[in-house]
């Protein structure tokens, strides 16, 4: 094996292991400061630093070289691939790093210490809030390349990451758009979360409403969440809807779950609504299977429109009317990204993902 040395006057060698034992460290770790090539803590790369260059300690070039070689592999830092949005989203992936004589792997837990140990050459997140928080965390002193899949929701990034953006904003507008062109207006909006959530769907469609409803905009809101819903115990069925020691949302929730209670609280709640956006596929095709339980035709009483243009849609009668978003493609597009990057290439920092109106038969045309 190849170590690092350099000559101090009077011809003696200095070994990584003489910086280590001086700066009170492993040679590993000092093998990481000095090539900047994984997670160091701040003030401890520094003793490093200052120790090597007292002792007069550089790297061997070729060492350095072994150290910077390319893995070939890239992380997919997701909770899990349960959600079928990220299912089609890291198949994009796959693909595309394979093209590229890359492979993909993903990790299954929100424990952003164990990126420290991975083999891996750059980081792709699957939202804004998790890159945010990774970024405050292990990301301070991490330096490997990230890009995030990123939805226009709010986030102050503590360093520039490149983003490959869907435009939620766009994609309200087109829900609302195919259902006021259908002659419905009075929309409700069904989500997972509490009505004062900043989540891009939710302020769009307030803003687009906000004419019709005024400040009742919130009788047309159904949260499927704890803070909406204190004292009902069907809520008690969902786990949290966020990891309470880091604050990041959990993209495994039961959505076909929270869309059949959405679709019970609307009818319990006799909202006059003639249409519901519903907050995703998954979350709308449970509304769909409670509202029929319940002896509401969809889309003979309610019409109903999703968002993601999943697969799923196609196999349930009626078919649904769900606003794409091609995860597969915002995943492919990432992968490359990221691959330009390490190659060295100029790349955008904000660069767009397609949407579309992919028409089914849950949306009724009114009289």
């Known amino acids: 094996?190849?170590?690092?040395?350099?000559?101090?006057?009077?011809?003696?060698?200095?070994?990584?292991?003489?910086?280590?034992?001086?700066?009170?460290?492993?040679?590993?770790?000092?093998?990481?400061?000095?090539?900047?090539?994984?997670?160091?803590?701040?003030?401890?790369?520094?003793?490093?630093?200052?120790?090597?260059?007292?002792?007069?300690?550089?790297?061997?070039?070729?060492?350095e070289a072994l150290q910077k070689r390319r893995t070939k592999q890239l992380l997919f830092f997701c909770k899990d691939l349960r959600n079928s949005f990220y299912i089609d989203m890291y198949q994009g992936m796959v693909e595309a790093a394979r093209k590229r004589d890359y492979m993909m792997v993903f990790n299954g837990s929100m424990d952003f210490e164990k990126i420290r140990d991975a083999m891996i050459d750059g980081i792709i997140m699957p939202n804004e809030v998790v890159t945010q928080h990774y970024l405050d965390t292990v990301g301070r002193n991490y330096r490997l390349p990230v890009i995030a899949a990123s939805y226009g929701n709010p986030a102050r990034f503590s360093r520039a990451v490149p983003r490959v953006e869907i435009d939620m904003e766009k994609v309200m507008e087109l829900a609302v758009r195919e259902l006021r062109a259908n002659g419905h207006k009075r929309l409700a909006l069904a989500m997972p979360y509490?009505?004062?959530?900043?989540?891009?769907?939710?302020?769009?469609?307030?803003?687009?409403?906000?004419?019709?409803?005024?400040?009742?905009?919130?009788?047309?809101?159904?949260?499927?969440?704890?803070?909406?819903?204190?004292?009902?115990?069907?809520?008690?069925?969902?786990?949290?809807?966020?990891?309470?020691?880091?604050?990041?949302?959990?993209?495994?929730?039961?959505?076909?779950?929270?869309?059949?209670?959405?679709?019970?609280?609307?009818?319990?709640?006799?909202?006059?609504?003639?249409?519901?956006?519903?907050?995703?596929?998954?979350?709308?095709?449970?509304?769909?299977?409670?509202?029929?339980?319940?002896?509401?035709q969809v889309p003979r009483d309610i019409s109903l429109i999703g968002i993601d243009g999943s697969s799923a849609r196609k196999y349930r009668d009626p078919c649904l009317t769900s606003v794409g978003l091609?995860?597969?493609?915002?995943?492919?597009?990432?992968?490359?990204?990221?691959?330009?990057?390490?190659e060295g290439k100029k790349v955008k920092y904000v660069s767009g993902s397609p949407i579309k109106l992919i028409k089914g038969d849950s949306v009724r045309k009114l009289e």
Not at 326 to 342: I, N, S, W, Y
């Open 326 to 342: 091609f995860p597969e493609k915002q995943g492919a597009r990432c992968v490359d990204t990221l691959l330009d990057m390490l």
């Open 194 to 296: 509490p009505f004062r959530t900043m989540d891009v769907r939710r302020l769009a469609f307030c803003s687009l409403m906000e004419e019709v409803y005024g400040n009742r905009i919130k009788d047309y809101y159904i949260g499927i969440h704890r803070e909406e819903l204190p004292e009902d115990p069907r809520i008690l069925a969902f786990q949290e809807d966020e990891d309470r020691e880091s604050g990041i949302y959990l993209p495994e929730e039961d959505f076909f779950g929270k869309g059949e209670l959405a679709a019970q609280l609307f009818a319990e709640r006799k909202i006059d609504a003639t249409a519901v956006v519903a907050f995703n596929d998954e979350f709308a095709l449970g509304m769909c299977k409670r509202f029929h339980a319940l002896g509401i």
């Open 1 to 63: 094996m190849v170590s690092g040395k350099c000559c101090k006057e009077g011809g003696k060698m200095v070994t990584r292991k003489e910086v280590a034992e001086k700066a009170g460290v492993s040679v590993s770790v000092v093998s990481r400061a000095m090539n900047n090539s994984g997670y160091v803590e701040a003030e401890k790369k520094k003793r490093i630093l200052e120790v090597a260059d007292k002792l007069g300690y550089y790297p061997h070039p070729v060492a």
